[in-house]
Protein backbone atom coordinates (compact mmCIF):
# COMPACT_ATOMS: atom_id res chain seq x y z
CA UNK A 1 0.00 0.00 0.00
CA UNK A 2 2.82 2.19 0.83
CA UNK A 3 4.47 1.88 -2.64
CA UNK A 4 0.89 3.07 -4.12
CA UNK A 5 -0.01 5.67 -2.65
CA UNK A 6 3.15 7.68 -4.12
CA UNK A 7 2.27 6.46 -7.75
CA UNK A 8 -1.39 7.12 -7.67
CA UNK A 9 0.12 10.67 -6.52
CA UNK A 10 2.58 10.57 -9.44
CA UNK A 11 -0.05 9.65 -11.70
CA UNK A 12 -2.60 12.67 -10.34
CA UNK A 13 -0.38 15.34 -10.78
CA UNK A 14 1.34 14.39 -14.24
CA UNK A 15 -1.16 16.18 -16.30
CA UNK A 16 -0.21 19.50 -13.67
CA UNK A 17 3.93 19.07 -14.34
CA UNK A 18 4.65 21.21 -17.29
CA UNK A 19 2.24 24.50 -15.56
CA UNK A 20 3.68 23.54 -12.10
CA UNK A 21 7.40 23.48 -13.69
CA UNK A 22 6.38 26.10 -16.30
CA UNK A 23 7.64 30.19 -15.71
CA UNK A 24 5.12 32.15 -17.47
CA UNK A 25 7.80 35.07 -17.07
CA UNK A 26 10.32 34.16 -19.24
CA UNK A 27 10.15 33.99 -22.69
CA UNK A 28 8.48 31.46 -24.91
CA UNK A 29 9.31 28.82 -26.76
CA UNK A 30 7.95 30.31 -30.25
CA UNK A 31 10.54 32.27 -32.48
CA UNK A 32 9.40 36.02 -33.05
CA UNK A 33 9.31 38.53 -36.44
CA UNK A 34 8.80 42.29 -36.06
CA UNK A 35 7.45 44.23 -39.12
CA UNK A 36 7.23 48.04 -38.78
CA UNK A 37 4.18 50.42 -40.15
CA UNK A 38 5.49 53.53 -39.53
CA UNK A 39 3.28 56.13 -42.14
CA UNK A 40 -0.27 54.48 -41.11
CA UNK A 41 -2.72 56.99 -40.70
CA UNK A 42 -6.90 57.46 -39.94
CA UNK A 43 -8.18 59.79 -42.58
CA UNK A 44 -11.05 60.37 -40.65
CA UNK A 45 -9.66 62.29 -38.24
CA UNK A 46 -7.59 65.18 -38.41
CA UNK A 47 -4.20 64.89 -37.73
CA UNK A 48 -2.38 65.48 -34.39
CA UNK A 49 -0.79 69.17 -33.64
CA UNK A 50 2.90 69.18 -35.31
CA UNK A 51 6.05 69.11 -33.04
CA UNK A 52 8.49 69.55 -35.97
CA UNK A 53 8.67 73.39 -34.91
CA UNK A 54 11.47 74.31 -32.32
CA UNK A 55 12.10 70.03 -32.13
CA UNK A 56 15.79 69.69 -31.09
CA UNK A 57 17.74 67.46 -33.43
CA UNK A 58 18.12 64.84 -31.03
CA UNK A 59 14.42 63.40 -31.22
CA UNK A 60 14.24 64.22 -34.79
CA UNK A 61 14.86 60.84 -35.74
CA UNK A 62 12.27 58.82 -37.12
CA UNK A 63 9.52 62.08 -38.17
CA UNK A 64 7.93 62.01 -40.65
CA UNK A 65 7.19 65.64 -42.76
CA UNK A 66 3.58 66.64 -42.14
CA UNK A 67 0.56 65.99 -44.29
CA UNK A 68 -2.36 68.18 -42.79
CA UNK A 69 -4.61 65.78 -45.47
CA UNK A 70 -3.90 62.38 -44.12
CA UNK A 71 -5.20 62.39 -41.47
CA UNK A 72 -3.81 61.52 -37.69
CA UNK A 73 -0.44 59.13 -37.81
CA UNK A 74 -0.73 56.04 -36.15
CA UNK A 75 2.41 54.26 -36.48
CA UNK A 76 2.46 50.73 -35.81
CA UNK A 77 4.96 47.89 -35.06
CA UNK A 78 3.65 44.16 -35.13
CA UNK A 79 5.25 41.22 -33.17
CA UNK A 80 4.33 38.05 -34.48
CA UNK A 81 5.49 34.25 -34.25
CA UNK A 82 7.30 33.26 -37.06
CA UNK A 83 4.94 30.19 -36.80
CA UNK A 84 1.31 29.33 -38.98
CA UNK A 85 -1.13 30.54 -36.79
CA UNK A 86 -3.99 32.27 -36.55
CA UNK A 87 -2.60 34.10 -33.06
CA UNK A 88 -4.74 35.96 -30.94
CA UNK A 89 -4.17 39.89 -30.92
CA UNK A 90 -2.91 41.80 -28.31
CA UNK A 91 -2.82 45.86 -28.88
CA UNK A 92 -0.02 47.76 -26.69
CA UNK A 93 -0.45 51.66 -25.60
CA UNK A 94 2.29 53.46 -24.46
CA UNK A 95 1.97 55.71 -21.57
CA UNK A 96 2.70 59.65 -22.15
CA UNK A 97 5.90 60.15 -23.81
CA UNK A 98 6.44 56.91 -25.04
CA UNK A 99 6.59 55.30 -28.34
CA UNK A 100 5.93 52.33 -29.87
CA UNK A 101 9.34 50.44 -28.49
CA UNK A 102 8.05 51.33 -24.53
CA UNK A 103 7.20 48.34 -24.20
CA UNK A 104 9.32 45.86 -26.56
CA UNK A 105 10.20 43.32 -24.13
CA UNK A 106 7.16 43.04 -23.33
CA UNK A 107 5.38 42.55 -26.74
CA UNK A 108 8.24 40.05 -27.75
CA UNK A 109 7.73 37.85 -24.20
CA UNK A 110 3.68 37.61 -25.32
CA UNK A 111 4.65 36.81 -29.02
CA UNK A 112 6.86 34.42 -28.34
CA UNK A 113 4.13 33.04 -26.37
CA UNK A 114 1.63 32.63 -29.36
CA UNK A 115 0.26 36.02 -29.47
CA UNK A 116 0.41 38.93 -32.22
CA UNK A 117 1.26 42.03 -30.52
CA UNK A 118 0.64 45.41 -31.90
CA UNK A 119 2.31 48.18 -30.49
CA UNK A 120 1.11 51.39 -31.70
CA UNK A 121 2.34 55.40 -30.96
CA UNK A 122 -0.03 57.80 -30.03
CA UNK A 123 0.87 60.99 -32.05
CA UNK A 124 -0.50 63.15 -29.93
CA UNK A 125 1.40 62.31 -26.49
CA UNK A 126 4.28 60.19 -27.50
CA UNK A 127 7.91 60.60 -27.14
CA UNK A 128 8.31 63.88 -29.79
CA UNK A 129 5.16 65.75 -28.21
CA UNK A 130 6.59 65.68 -24.66
CA UNK A 131 9.94 67.11 -25.06
CA UNK A 132 8.82 69.45 -27.52
CA UNK A 133 10.67 72.72 -26.72
CA UNK A 134 12.54 70.37 -23.41
CA UNK A 135 9.56 71.50 -21.03
CA UNK A 136 8.72 68.12 -19.97
CA UNK A 137 6.35 68.57 -17.07
CA UNK A 138 4.26 71.18 -18.47
CA UNK A 139 3.81 69.31 -21.92
CA UNK A 140 2.69 66.36 -19.99
CA UNK A 141 0.39 68.26 -17.85
CA UNK A 142 -1.26 69.49 -21.37
CA UNK A 143 -1.60 66.00 -23.08
CA UNK A 144 -3.36 64.43 -19.89
CA UNK A 145 -5.54 67.54 -19.54
CA UNK A 146 -6.08 68.09 -23.47
CA UNK A 147 -9.36 66.31 -24.86
CA UNK A 148 -8.50 65.90 -28.40
CA UNK A 149 -5.81 63.41 -26.81
CA UNK A 150 -7.96 62.23 -24.46
CA UNK A 151 -10.74 61.01 -26.99
CA UNK A 152 -8.60 60.28 -29.52
CA UNK A 153 -6.47 57.75 -28.22
CA UNK A 154 -8.89 54.92 -27.80
CA UNK A 155 -9.81 55.17 -31.48
CA UNK A 156 -6.16 54.57 -32.02
CA UNK A 157 -6.93 51.41 -30.94
CA UNK A 158 -10.07 50.83 -32.96
CA UNK A 159 -8.21 52.17 -35.67
CA UNK A 160 -5.53 49.45 -35.39
CA UNK A 161 -8.14 46.77 -34.80
CA UNK A 162 -9.24 47.87 -38.44
CA UNK A 163 -5.42 47.64 -39.81
CA UNK A 164 -5.50 44.68 -38.24
CA UNK A 165 -8.47 43.37 -39.91
CA UNK A 166 -7.29 44.51 -43.14
CA UNK A 167 -3.88 43.16 -42.81
CA UNK A 168 -5.41 39.22 -42.20
CA UNK A 169 -7.08 39.16 -45.39
CA UNK A 170 -4.48 40.75 -47.65
CA UNK A 171 -1.01 41.17 -46.41
CA UNK A 172 1.78 39.05 -47.78
CA UNK A 173 3.54 37.90 -43.96
CA UNK A 174 0.33 38.30 -41.99
CA UNK A 175 -2.74 37.36 -44.04
CA UNK A 176 -4.36 34.27 -41.83
CA UNK A 177 -2.07 34.72 -38.71
CA UNK A 178 -4.61 37.42 -36.74
CA UNK A 179 -7.10 35.90 -34.46
CA UNK A 180 -9.88 38.48 -34.73
CA UNK A 181 -12.09 36.74 -32.53
CA UNK A 182 -9.76 37.54 -29.82
CA UNK A 183 -8.38 40.85 -29.05
CA UNK A 184 -7.00 42.08 -25.90
CA UNK A 185 -5.44 45.31 -25.15
CA UNK A 186 -2.76 46.46 -22.71
CA UNK A 187 -1.48 49.74 -21.38
CA UNK A 188 0.32 51.47 -19.26
CA UNK A 189 -0.61 55.33 -17.13
CA UNK A 190 -1.95 56.81 -20.06
CA UNK A 191 -2.06 53.84 -21.89
CA UNK A 192 -3.68 52.29 -18.99
CA UNK A 193 -6.10 54.79 -19.63
CA UNK A 194 -6.52 54.36 -22.88
CA UNK A 195 -7.19 50.35 -22.22
CA UNK A 196 -9.57 51.04 -19.36
CA UNK A 197 -11.93 53.43 -21.95
CA UNK A 198 -11.88 50.53 -25.02
CA UNK A 199 -12.87 48.36 -22.19
CA UNK A 200 -16.18 50.49 -21.00
CA UNK A 201 -15.17 53.10 -18.44
CA UNK A 202 -16.05 56.12 -19.23
CA UNK A 203 -13.76 59.86 -19.04
CA UNK A 204 -14.44 62.86 -17.10
CA UNK A 205 -15.18 65.87 -18.53
CA UNK A 206 -14.65 68.12 -15.56
CA UNK A 207 -10.53 68.71 -16.49
CA UNK A 208 -10.39 68.98 -20.46
CA UNK A 209 -9.07 71.89 -22.45
CA UNK A 210 -10.33 72.65 -24.27
CA UNK A 211 -13.73 72.12 -22.63
CA UNK A 212 -15.94 69.61 -24.19
CA UNK A 213 -19.81 70.17 -23.21
CA UNK A 214 -21.84 70.24 -20.92
CA UNK A 215 -18.24 70.68 -19.31
CA UNK A 216 -18.69 68.08 -16.18
CA UNK A 217 -19.29 64.46 -15.67
CA UNK A 218 -18.85 61.53 -18.08
CA UNK A 219 -17.44 61.76 -20.85
CA UNK A 220 -18.47 59.94 -23.97
CA UNK A 221 -18.84 55.83 -24.25
CA UNK A 222 -15.83 54.79 -26.80
CA UNK A 223 -16.01 51.46 -25.80
CA UNK A 224 -14.66 49.08 -28.35
CA UNK A 225 -16.88 45.67 -28.22
CA UNK A 226 -14.50 43.70 -30.65
CA UNK A 227 -11.90 44.03 -27.22
CA UNK A 228 -12.54 40.77 -25.34
CA UNK A 229 -10.43 41.55 -22.35
CA UNK A 230 -7.89 44.00 -20.96
CA UNK A 231 -4.17 45.02 -19.03
CA UNK A 232 -4.24 47.92 -17.12
CA UNK A 233 -0.69 48.63 -15.68
CA UNK A 234 -0.85 51.07 -13.65
CA UNK A 235 -4.71 52.09 -14.13
CA UNK A 236 -6.21 55.31 -12.44
CA UNK A 237 -8.50 55.94 -9.58
CA UNK A 238 -10.44 58.69 -8.47
CA UNK A 239 -9.49 62.09 -9.81
CA UNK A 240 -7.87 64.40 -12.07
CA UNK A 241 -7.15 64.15 -14.76
CA UNK A 242 -9.38 60.83 -16.00
CA UNK A 243 -12.22 59.23 -13.80
CA UNK A 244 -14.99 60.47 -11.63
CA UNK A 245 -16.24 57.65 -9.31
CA UNK A 246 -19.04 56.59 -11.79
CA UNK A 247 -16.84 56.48 -14.50
CA UNK A 248 -16.21 52.76 -13.57
CA UNK A 249 -19.33 51.42 -13.97
CA UNK A 250 -19.82 50.64 -17.07
CA UNK A 251 -16.78 48.27 -17.49
CA UNK A 252 -17.71 45.37 -19.73
CA UNK A 253 -14.42 43.30 -20.72
CA UNK A 254 -12.92 41.62 -18.34
CA UNK A 255 -10.30 43.53 -16.79
CA UNK A 256 -6.85 43.29 -14.79
CA UNK A 257 -5.27 45.84 -12.96
CA UNK A 258 -1.61 45.76 -11.89
CA UNK A 259 0.03 48.27 -9.70
CA UNK A 260 2.00 48.82 -6.44
CA UNK A 261 2.82 50.61 -3.33
CA UNK A 262 5.10 53.16 -4.68
CA UNK A 263 2.91 53.76 -7.68
CA UNK A 264 1.86 57.31 -7.52
CA UNK A 265 -0.99 59.02 -9.40
CA UNK A 266 -0.96 62.41 -11.20
CA UNK A 267 -1.77 65.67 -9.11
CA UNK A 268 -0.53 64.36 -5.78
CA UNK A 269 -2.87 60.90 -5.40
CA UNK A 270 -1.62 58.07 -3.71
CA UNK A 271 -0.50 55.09 -5.03
CA UNK A 272 -3.41 53.49 -3.02
CA UNK A 273 -5.69 55.50 -4.82
CA UNK A 274 -5.58 52.86 -7.56
CA UNK A 275 -6.41 49.94 -5.58
CA UNK A 276 -9.20 51.71 -3.82
CA UNK A 277 -10.77 52.15 -7.24
CA UNK A 278 -10.81 48.35 -7.69
CA UNK A 279 -14.13 48.18 -5.44
CA UNK A 280 -16.00 50.95 -7.93
CA UNK A 281 -15.39 48.16 -10.59
CA UNK A 282 -18.59 46.37 -11.44
CA UNK A 283 -18.79 42.78 -10.73
CA UNK A 284 -17.48 40.73 -13.65
CA UNK A 285 -14.02 38.50 -14.42
CA UNK A 286 -11.90 41.63 -13.03
CA UNK A 287 -8.63 41.23 -10.84
CA UNK A 288 -6.58 43.56 -8.98
CA UNK A 289 -2.62 42.63 -8.76
CA UNK A 290 -1.12 44.81 -6.09
CA UNK A 291 2.91 44.53 -5.39
CA UNK A 292 4.83 45.74 -2.95
CA UNK A 293 7.55 48.49 -3.40
CA UNK A 294 6.72 48.40 -7.18
CA UNK A 295 7.35 51.95 -9.24
CA UNK A 296 5.33 53.47 -11.81
CA UNK A 297 8.08 53.24 -14.57
CA UNK A 298 8.89 49.38 -12.98
CA UNK A 299 5.93 48.86 -15.42
CA UNK A 300 7.71 49.03 -18.88
CA UNK A 301 10.71 47.80 -20.70
CA UNK A 302 11.86 48.52 -23.57
CA UNK A 303 15.14 46.20 -23.17
CA UNK A 304 16.33 44.71 -26.85
CA UNK A 305 14.74 47.92 -28.44
CA UNK A 306 16.56 50.92 -29.59
CA UNK A 307 15.12 53.13 -27.42
CA UNK A 308 16.09 52.85 -23.67
CA UNK A 309 13.09 53.84 -21.56
CA UNK A 310 13.95 56.13 -17.91
CA UNK A 311 15.72 54.31 -15.76
CA UNK A 312 14.01 52.47 -13.04
CA UNK A 313 16.10 50.71 -9.92
CA UNK A 314 13.21 48.03 -9.27
CA UNK A 315 12.06 47.44 -12.73
CA UNK A 316 14.15 44.14 -12.90
CA UNK A 317 12.00 42.77 -10.02
CA UNK A 318 8.69 43.81 -10.94
CA UNK A 319 8.77 42.85 -14.61
CA UNK A 320 8.69 38.87 -14.02
CA UNK A 321 5.95 38.87 -11.59
CA UNK A 322 4.02 41.73 -13.63
CA UNK A 323 4.89 39.70 -17.39
CA UNK A 324 3.33 35.75 -15.46
CA UNK A 325 0.11 37.47 -14.32
CA UNK A 326 -0.01 39.23 -17.85
CA UNK A 327 0.42 35.80 -19.64
CA UNK A 328 -1.77 34.35 -17.43
CA UNK A 329 -4.87 36.54 -17.54
CA UNK A 330 -4.58 36.66 -21.26
CA UNK A 331 -4.36 33.17 -21.50
CA UNK A 332 -7.64 33.03 -19.41
CA UNK A 333 -9.27 35.51 -21.41
CA UNK A 334 -8.15 35.72 -25.39
CA UNK A 335 -7.24 31.44 -25.37
CA UNK A 336 -9.88 30.05 -23.21
CA UNK A 337 -7.37 28.50 -21.10
CA UNK A 338 -8.70 27.75 -17.54
CA UNK A 339 -5.81 25.90 -15.62
CA UNK A 340 -4.48 30.01 -16.59
CA UNK A 341 -7.61 31.60 -15.01
CA UNK A 342 -6.91 29.04 -12.09
CA UNK A 343 -3.64 29.64 -11.90
CA UNK A 344 -3.74 33.20 -11.29
CA UNK A 345 -3.35 33.57 -7.48
CA UNK A 346 -1.01 34.81 -5.08
CA UNK A 347 0.53 31.29 -3.97
CA UNK A 348 1.03 30.55 -8.06
CA UNK A 349 2.83 33.67 -8.21
CA UNK A 350 4.77 33.55 -5.45
CA UNK A 351 8.19 31.78 -7.79
CA UNK A 352 8.07 34.88 -9.40
CA UNK A 353 8.61 37.58 -6.75
CA UNK A 354 12.15 38.77 -7.15
CA UNK A 355 14.08 41.41 -4.78
CA UNK A 356 12.39 43.96 -3.51
CA UNK A 357 8.81 43.19 -4.18
CA UNK A 358 8.09 40.73 -1.04
CA UNK A 359 4.47 40.14 -1.75
CA UNK A 360 1.99 40.31 -4.15
CA UNK A 361 -1.70 40.66 -3.21
CA UNK A 362 -4.71 40.06 -5.65
CA UNK A 363 -7.93 40.93 -5.66
CA UNK A 364 -11.19 39.57 -7.54
CA UNK A 365 -14.45 39.82 -7.94
Known amino acids: MSRIAPLLAALLLAPLAPLLSADFSARGPLPVE?????????????????????????FAARTEKEDP?????????????????????????????????????????????????LCLEHTGSNRQRITQGLQLMKNLEAMIHDSNEIFARPKDISFAIDCATEWNRSHAKLRGKLDLQHIGVMGHSFGAFTTMVVCGMRPALDWLTPVVEPGKGLGPDLRDPRVKCGVALSPQGVGEPFFLR??????????????????????????????????????????????????HLDFTDSTGSERKAQPSPTREDVQPITRAATLLFLNAHLKGDAQAANNLT?????SSLRGAVKTAEITSK
Open 34 to 58: SLEFPNLADPSREPAPSTTRNRPRL
Open 346 to 350: ESFLK
Open 246 to 295: ESFASLRAPLLGISGSQDRQQNGLTAENRREAFALWPQGAHKFLWLENAR
Open 69 to 117: TSGRKVPLKVHIPGTPGPFPVVILSHGAGGDWDTHFAQAQHLASHGYAV
